[in-house]
T-cell receptor, first 112, second 116 residues
Framework: GESVGLHLPTLSVQEGDNSIINCAYSNSASDYFIWYKQESGKGPQFIIDIRSNMDKRQGQRVTVLLNKTVKHLSLQIAATQPGDSAVYFCAEITGGSYIPTFGRGTSLIVHP | DTGVSQDPRHKITKRGQNVTFRCDPISEHNRLYWYRQTLGQGPEFLTYFQNEAQLEKSRLLSDRFSAERPKGSFSTLEIQRTEQGDSAMYLC??????????????FGPGTRLTVL
């Protein structure tokens, strides 16, 4: 079936660097995408979202880019901090559904 | 703390036993979701309530699993005759109007189930 997936299972960066986490999706009917951050021992936490009528959305230190042509989603974190160390998931929602489908996750490790 | 709470946080049980988990959502939230998560994987949807009505169930939710939300507030997830494959983190989330508005899902800390 169609699914959401991530390219890199682990990403290691130095504090202060910019991080880019990628996600591929295959369901062309998906029209809403969310990035979540999950720290050890906690549930996923919403970071930023984007709807399919946009190709870029910015938050505080985070930017999500959506390329519908190649069905690709990315999360950019500026000036990565040790507190950003976590597992990051992208999730997609198909129009009319209330249920997000999560990808596998990328572990971000930030070295001081 | 006015977030989503789950109880217990950890549960160790023997194969064949029944277990029940509780989720208390954010008080005004009418939507409640249960997910299962295994190590390194994203959460997998199990079931969804709007108020007290269970509107959707995943094929993952076998007949050994049952969920209730009797008064449209807290919810319970019961697993009967547990199997080792049931070992996972069980996450609950709630929302007011997700995803039809700018609202989002708020996740609880999860219940870690280990079946021996």
């Amino acid at each position: 079936g169609e699914s959401v997936g991530l390219h890199l299972p682990t990403l290691s960066v130095q504090e202060g660097d910019n991080s880019i986490i990628n996600c591929a999706y295959s369901n062309s009917a998906s029209d809403y995408f969310i990035w979540y951050k999950q720290e050890s021992g906690k549930g996923p936490q919403f970071i930023i979202d984007i709807r399919s009528n946009m190709d870029k959305r910015q938050g505080q230190r985070v930017t999500v880019l959506l390329n519908k042509t190649v069905k690709h989603l990315s999360l950019q974190i500026a000036a990565t901090q040790p507190g950003d160390s976590a597992v990051y998931f992208c999730a997609e929602i198909t129009g009319g559904s209330y249920i997000p489908t999560f990808g596998r996750g990328t572990s971000l490790i930030v070295h001081p | 703390d006015t977030g989503v709470s789950q109880d217990p946080r950890h549960k160790i049980t023997k194969r064949g036993q029944n277990v029940t988990f509780r989720c208390d959502p954010i008080s005004e939230h009418n939507r409640l979701y249960w997910y299962r998560q295994t190590l390194g994987q994203g959460p997998e949807f199990l079931t969804y309530f709007q108020n007290e009505a269970q509107l959707e169930k995943s094929r993952l939710l076998s007949d050994r699993f049952s969920a209730e939300r009797p008064k449209g507030s807290f919810s319970t997830l019961e697993i009967q005759r547990t199997e080792q494959g049931d070992s996972a983190m069980y996450l609950c989330a709630s929302s007011l109007d997700f995803p039809t508005s700018t609202d989002t899902q708020y996740f609880g800390p999860g219940t870690r189930l280990t079946v021996l």
